[in-house]
């Protein structure tokens, strides 16, 4: 479990909880205040992730997901364009958190820019899982390349084919691949603006 900020301090009134709903999972977290008719933004200072063992599982509590740049000025009616949408500027805490809370079990690794966003979905009665790949920078860059994959698979199964197909141009081609333990190991060679990438056993 990944919680952030001041996850589980109210109930649906936003009233204080007397006993915060993640008391016995996470460790530092700043304090609420008693009720908020009208929700202020908060302001939490930054500071490292904390991580605590579970019984068999693991929480990390980041008190805050740091915006990198200026927010837009805080009005009752405003538009948040595209220019906001960026990874945060303690990304690399969080990405490091997912993976211990995870056990480092991770079922899908892409390399690739940081407009990539990678999306796996798994079939079992068709015995297949599928990745879909955006490029979210399509206008600036129109292909990314050389994007390598990790992907895991139910255990004790084996890939006998991994195909890629692309919108633009329409294209379905086969790649090569190889098994390491129960993950199947490629490359994506290129794409476009959007492709989706079949592993079947």
Known sequence: MIATGRTGLYDSWRRLRIKPGLNRLLENQVSGSAYEEEVASAQIAAAPSVRKQVGRGRAVYIPVLEFDGSLPPAEEYFSIGTEFWKRPKNWRDLVDSVGWAANDDIPLRVSGPEYLVANLVEQPEKR??????????????????????????????????VTLSSVNPAAEESLAFRMEGHEAVFRVPSFDTYCVIVISW
């Open 128 to 161: 297949r899982r599928l990745i879909h790949l955006v490029n979210y920078n399509s206008k600036q860059v129109p292909s990314i390349q050389s994007i390598d994959v990790r992907c895991a698979l139910p255990e004790t199964r084996q890939a006998h084919s």
